[in-house]
């Protein structure tokens, strides 16, 4: 799985993991020359927290397979196609109910690939890049886009 790249599931459902919520936060942490938090990211993991996903189509019949799970507020942004924090989306498939819904084998699978862990990877390196390149800045500050790979 490539981030910002759309992905159409068996289900037909289609959706993409956005990188704008990191970089819009990368971009404040400029603007406020607040450095110390690009600091605290240093794993792959811990860039979940800023990462979303945007359910481009089928997000009706995704909503009806997992109803149990869904909260009104993931509910209404699925349905508007408006991003959901990449964690909350996790958070609705459960890989022992997955035999019934093929999107939560696939979910889970794409997130697990070797190209998932990858794209994370590269993107660390980058943020990594640009904290150093900012530390040592001293006057216009580059401009770095972390688009995947």
Same mark, same amino acid.
């Given at each position: 799985m490539y @981030?910002?790249? =759309?992905? +159409? !599931?068996? *289900?037909?459902?289609? !959706? /993409? %993991?956005? &990188? &704008?919520? !990191?970089?819009?936060f990368i971009a404040n942490a400029i603007r406020t020359k607040k450095f110390a938090d690009l600091v605290n990211i240093r794993s792959t993991t811990d860039l979940y927290a800023h @990462?979303? %996903? %945007? %359910?481009? *189509?089928? +997000?009706?019949? !995704? =909503? /009806? $397979?997992?109803? $149990?799970? =869904?909260?009104h507020k993931i509910k209404a942004d699925l349905i508007a196609g408006q991003p959901v924090p990449f964690n909350s989306f996790c958070n609705l498939f459960w890989r022992n109910l997955d035999e019934d819904d093929p999107d939560g084998d696939e979910w889970q699978q794409l997130i697990a690939s070797d190209e998932f862990y990858s794209q994370l990877t590269i993107l660390l390196h980058k943020l990594r890049i640009a904290e150093r390149s900012l530390q040592q800045s001293s006057g216009a500050i580059p401009d770095f886009y972390l688009g995947s790979a």
């Open positions: @981030l910002d790249k =759309i992905y +159409a !599931l068996q *289900t037909g459902v289609s !959706l /993409k %993991v956005s &990188t &704008t919520a !990191l970089q819009e @990462l979303s %996903v %945007v %359910v481009c *189509t089928g +997000a009706e019949e !995704l =909503i /009806k $397979r997992r109803q $149990r799970w =869904i909260n």
